[in-house]
């Protein structure tokens, strides 16, 4: 092997782990090689966030176009042209992805195309990505220290075979029709996004969630304010119901339930999570603990074998590409010997992108109480904000605080309405910050915004509510 193939951090992924931890450990001096298979980018880019936050745009246009009488704006839809609305998504992504590439160019970061497998603590081997079999030899590239971030997959259930009419969020992004019918097997953030854009372009829709309630990740009144406004859309849903099965013809659907009751549709859409892509990588092979096909990583997101990092869906946690992004970040700066802060994991901001949109940072009221013991919680309703009001957004923002007295911080923000997703920025300051809701109380926010609700909210919570009662 010669001194042209060793690298000071070569990493086996280019997703948005990957990618972001090239170009932090570039631009810290080091040299860096990215392993990729398929496109710079990875799942995020080119299969998930953006093209589905592309459909969920085009569904919102499609309300906006549908119900323009409600502003005196005499609209009409006149139907979903799906060769344009993947035109534009497609354009999107395609922006991105030469702009990434670009960026990564002019780092001067070493794309290797392939598949890559861990041969050694210090050593990752390559094989074209048409290669198979042992007659296949790659070419190995070493590196002082190595970041594995292989990325996530869409999963199934066990039986459940995908194909035909059965699919994932992957086939999903690129239908060339609109559906009558989908029935959306998993109310989680795929799930529902799904479900909010097929409403949008006009499907009738049916969620299937064995949990006791949509978005179960969320703050429990998040989950029942958006099972309201779902049944305000008519977006009908299942919620501890559990899946036994489907069977499929060459025209339908017909998905199978505990409960005996039997769904007929065009579609089924399996959203039931995404399983991490560690399978015949090498990883175990080398050393690197799997559980559950998850990386067991320390807080430094060091695996425990040489210097070989982990990052991103392969790490147990919330599987989100800004996730991914810090998580890359992080591992550059404490390769290059800075020291970074270790992430909380609890101050990583989530947003839901269905209509309404679901926000949220930092600790449930469940959690809090865990945590604290005793906790103050309070609820400004979007009814009350001008901003809310012009959108004709229904919603709220609550707050949760660690303890009940003055010096108690906010541990905890759940935001739902249309665009609340905008609101998380402030809101992942005020946990990660330890605000006060005193401190946060006494900063100004602008007149007319749904960001003034957040400051209401806070007003409440300090015990000088203005627009609210007391």
């Not at 009419?165 to 609109?178: F, G, H, K, M, P």
């Not at 006009?202 to 990740?217: D, M, R, Y």
């Not at 603990?289 to 040489?306: A, I, K, S």
């Amino acid at each position: 092997m010669s001194e042209s193939d060793t690298y000071d951090v070569l990493i086996l992924g280019g997703g948005s782990g990957g990618y972001a931890c090239a170009l932090r450990a570039a631009e810290l001096g080091l040299s860096v090689a990215l392993v990729e298979q398929d496109k710079l980018g990875g799942t995020c880019l080119h299969r998930g966030c953006i093209p589905t936050k592309a459909l969920l745009h085009a569904g919102e246009v499609a309300d906006s176009a549908r119900e323009g009488e409600a502003y005196g704006v005499k609209t009409s839809l006149s139907g979903i042209d799906m060769t344009g609305v993947n035109s534009y998504k497609d354009g999107v992504v395609g922006k991105l992805y030469k702009g990434l590439q670009g960026l990564v160019k002019s780092r001067k970061i070493t794309m290797i195309d392939g598949h890559g497998t861990l041969v050694g603590a210090d050593t990752v081997e390559v094989r074209a990505s048409g290669a198979t079999g042992e007659g296949d030899a790659g070419q190995r590239y070493t590196g002082r220290n190595v970041v594995l971030a292989s990325g996530s997959y869409s999963k199934t259930l066990p039986g459940l075979e995908l194909g035909g009419r059965v699919l994932t969020s992957t086939e999903a992004i690129n239908l060339d029709y609109v559906p009558e019918r989908v029935v959306v097997l998993g109310g989680g953030v795929i799930g529902v996004e799904f479900a909010s854009v097929w409403k949008s372009f006009g499907s009738e829709v049916t969620i299937v969630e064995a949990l006791p309630h949509l978005v179960p990740n969320e703050d429990e009144f998040l989950s029942k304010q958006l099972e309201r406004q779902f049944r305000k859309r008519k977006i009908n849903y299942k919620i501890g119901t559990k899946f036994t099965g489907v069977e499929q013809t060459a025209d339908s659907v017909t998905v199978n339930l505990e409960s005996g009751e039997q769904l007929e549709a065009d579609l089924l859409l399996v959203a039931v999570g995404r399983g991490p892509n560690t399978a015949d990588l090498g990883y175990e092979e080398q050393g690197v603990t799997l559980e559950r096909g998850f990386v067991r990583t320390d807080e430094r997101l060091r695996t425990g074998v040489g210097n070989v990092y982990a990052v991103g869906d392969i790490v147990p946690g919330l599987q989100l590409a800004h996730r991914g992004f810090a998580q890359g970040i992080f591992v550059a700066e404490e390769i290059a010997g800075l020291n970074p802060p270790v992430i909380d994991e609890k101050g990583i901001p989530r947003v839901t992108y269905c209509e309404p949109e679901v926000a949220s940072v930092g600790l449930t009221e469940a959690e809090a109480k865990e945590a604290y013991g005793e906790v103050q919680t309070t609820t400004y309703d979007l009814a009350g904000n001008g901003k809310s009001q012009i959108l004709r957004t229904a919603g709220a923002i609550k707050l949760v605080k660690g303890g009940t007295t003055d010096d108690s911080p906010v541990v905890g923000v759940h935001m739902i309405g249309t665009r609340v997703g905008e609101l998380v920025g402030e809101a992942q300051l005020v946990y990660n910050w330890e605000a006060l809701p005193a401190e946060v109380a006494n900063l100004i926010h602008a007149h007319p915004t749904q960001n003034e609700a957040f400051g209401e909210a806070h007003l409440a919570l300090a015990g000088k509510p203005l627009h609210s009662h007391s």
